[in-house]
C-alpha cells in the first residue's frame, strides 16, 4: 500500500482516496460495511464550527445530534483544543493507580461541586460503557464490603441501551443487540420503560408512573430483595426515542429503592451536562441517586473521558486500611481529557450553556410541535434539547410501520435525505422508528430554525411516500 501523503498536504483529503481507505481498513462501529460501495461511498467528515460540519466534498450539514449527543459546545473550540495541547505539553499521561495528577483532582473536585447532594466521589473511566460496568462492579463490591454478598443483580428497562461492554450489555435492554453476544453477564432483568405512546394508562399520566414503578418493585420482590444490587435508569431513557418520565415517576423509585436496600444508578451518559437544561439529568428530575455515569459531554467530546460519580457512603468501606476497589482503566482519568474537561465546564459557565438551553427549550418544542403535524408523525417527546419525533404508517390510527417497511423510511428514504439536505439527526429503529434531535447546546433560535426546516422537508416527503391516505396534506 502507498503511504499516505502528509496531514496537511493537499492530496491527504482526497475524498476518492479516503473512501476506498476506509472501505478497505476501518471497520465503523454499529455499521452494514457492505452497503458502502462505488456509488455509496462512506460519509467523512473533515472539520467542524459551531453547529456546523463538513465533509471532505466540501458539504455543510447542521449538526442536530451533537455528534452523538457529545458536543455540548458546538465543533472548533479554540479553548478546548488549547486546554488539550497545553495539558499534553505538561504531563501528557499517567494513571490514576496509586498516584493523581493536578486535573484529575482539580475535575474530580469540580464534578462534586456540581453533582447533587453527597455525590462527591469520582471514579474516572474512558468512556461510557466502562462507567457502568464500573458502577455494576461497585455496587456489587460494596455489597460484598458490607456483608451482603448476595446482592448482585441489577433491574433496567428495556429498549434502554446502556453500554457494549458484555457487563454493560446485559443491562442494556435491546434484544437485538444482547442476542448475538450471549450468554451475558448474569443477573440483569428488565422492566418496562416509560413510553406512554399507546400506552393502555398514556392518559392518566399518575396511574401510568403507579404501573410503571409498581414493575420495579415486582422485579425486586420476585428476584428476591436480598439479591438485588442496583437500578439503572436514564432520566429521560433514549433508545426507543426519548421516554419522558412520568410525575412523580423517581421519587417513587427512590422510595422503592430505599425500601429494598436497592442502589439507584442515573445512567446520564447523554442526559449529563446540559442535555436536559440541568448539569445532571438528576437535577430536572429532582432526584438524588446513589450514582451517575456519565461521559460524552463532560469533555464534548474533544477527548474520551468517563465518569461513575458515588455518594460517600458507597465509598466508605475502601477508604479504611488495606481497602480497595480492585478496578481500574489505564486511560480512565487521562490528564488531557480532565483538562479539556475543566476548559468546557468553563465554557458552560462562561457562556450559560444552561441558560441557554433552558431560554429555549420551549420554543424548539412549539417549533418541533409543528412537525408534529405531518401525517407520518405520530408523537413528539423529550425535553431540553433532546426531543423525538416517532413516525406511524397512519396518523388516525397510530399503525406503526413493520420492520421492513421502518427500514424502507428510515435507511432507504430518510437518512440519505436528511444528509443531501444538510442535516445531521438520527434514524432509529431500536424500538419504533424515529428521528431524534440532539443539536449543541450553543445552538442559537436560527440554527434550531434550520435543523427544523431541514427535517420538516424530509418529514413532509417521507409524508407523501409512505403514509398512504394522506398525500402531501398536514392533518386537519
Ligand atoms: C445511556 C448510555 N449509557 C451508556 C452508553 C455507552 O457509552 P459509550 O458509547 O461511551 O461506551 C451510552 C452511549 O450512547 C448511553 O447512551
Given amino acids: 500500500m502507498a503511504a499516505p501523503p502528509p496531514p496537511g498536504t493537499p492530496g491527504d483529503l482526497d475524498p476518492v482516496r479516503l473512501d476506498r481507505l476506509a472501505r478497505r481498513h476501518l471497520w465503523l462501529h454499529f455499521s452494514r460495511l457492505g452497503t458502502f460501495g462505488e456509488d455509496h461511498p462512506v460519509p467523512v467528515l473533515a472539520r467542524g464550527e459551531g453547529c456546523w460540519v463538513e465533509d471532505v466534498t466540501g458539504h455543510r450539514l447542521l449538526d442536530g445530534l451533537s455528534g452523538l449527543f457529545t458536543v455540548q459546545v458546538g465543533h472548533g473550540r479554540p479553548e478546548l483544543a488549547a486546554a488539550a495541547a497545553q495539558q499534553a505539553g505538561t504531563l501528557e499521561y499517567f494513571p490514576i493507580w496509586s498516584h493523581a495528577h493536578p486535573p484529575a483532582i482539580e475535575l474530580a473536585a469540580r464534578i462534586a461541586a456540581l453533582a447533587p447532594g453527597d455525590l462527591d466521589r469520582v471514579f474516572f473511566t474512558s468512556g461510557g460503557s466502562e462507567a457502568v460496568e464500573s458502577a455494576w462492579k461497585l455496587a456489587r463490591a460494596y455489597f460484598r464490603a458490607t456483608g451482603q454478598p448476595n446482592r448482585h443483580k441489577v ?68 428476584e428476591g430483595p436480598d439479591t438485588v444490587a442496583a437500578v439503572f435508569l436514564e432520566p429521560l431513557q433514549n433508545a426507543g426515542g426519548c421516554f419522558v418520565p412520568p410525575a412523580g415517576y423517581f421519587a417513587r423509585v427512590r422510595e422503592i429503592c430505599d425500601r429494598y436496600g436497592v442502589l439507584l444508578v442515573s445512567d446520564e451518559v447523554i442526559c ?205
Fill in 155 to 222: 433491574i433496567a428497562r428495556r429498549t434502554a441501551y446502556h453500554g457494549t461492554s458484555l457487563g454493560a450489555l446485559a443491562v442494556t435492554g435491546i434484544p437485538a443487540m444482547r442476542q448475538p453476544f450471549e450468554p451475558l453477564t448474569p443477573g440483569a432483568v428488565h422492566v418496562p420503560n416509560t413510553n406512554r405512546f399507546r400506552h393502555p394508562l398514556e392518559h392518566d399520566e399518575h396511574a401510568f408512573m403507579l404501573a410503571v414503578t409498581d414493575a420495579i418493585e415486582e422485579a425486586i420482590l420476585f
Fill in 272 to 476: 449529563a451536562f446540559g442535555r436536559l437544561g440541568h448539569m445532571f439529568g438528576a437535577q430536572r428530575y429532582d432526584y438524588l441517586p446513589d450514582m451517575i455515569t456519565c461521559a460524552k459531554g463532560l469533555t464534548s467530546g474533544y477527548s474520551p473521558l468517563g465518569a461513575v460519580i458515588c455518594r460517600d457512603f458507597l465509598a466508605a468501606p475502601f477508604l479504611e486500611g488495606t481497602a480497595s476497589f480492585a478496578h481500574g482503566i489505564t486511560f480512565g482519568g487521562h490528564p488531557v481529557s480532565c483538562a479539556v474537561a475543566l476548559a468546557n465546564l468553563d465554557l458552560f459557565e462562561r457562556e450559560a450553556v444552561l441558560g441557554n438551553v433552558r431560554a429555549q427549550e420551549a420554543a424548539f418544542e412549539a417549533r418541533l410541535r409543528t412537525l408534529a403535524d405531518l401525517p407520518i408523525v405520530g408523537d413528539l417527546r423529550g425535553a431540553g434539547f433532546f426531543w423525538a419525533l416517532e413516525l406511524v404508517k397512519d396518523p388516525e390510527t397510530r399503525e406503526p410501520f413493520t420492520r421492513p417497511e421502518g427500514e424502507a423510511v428510515l435507511r432507504g428514504f430518510l437518512a440519505p435525505r436528511l444528509w443531501e439536505l444538510g442535516v445531521i439527526a438520527r434514524t432509529d429503529d431500536r424500538g419504533h422508528p424515529v428521528v431524534q434531535l440532539a443539536p449543541p447546546l450553543v445552538a442559537r433560535p436560527e440554527e434550531l430554525d434550520v435543523l427544523c426546516e431541514r427535517v420538516g422537508v424530509a418529514l413532509a416527503e417521507a409524508s407523501r411516500t409512505f403514509v398512504g391516505s394522506a398525500v402531501g396534506a398536514t392533518r386537519t
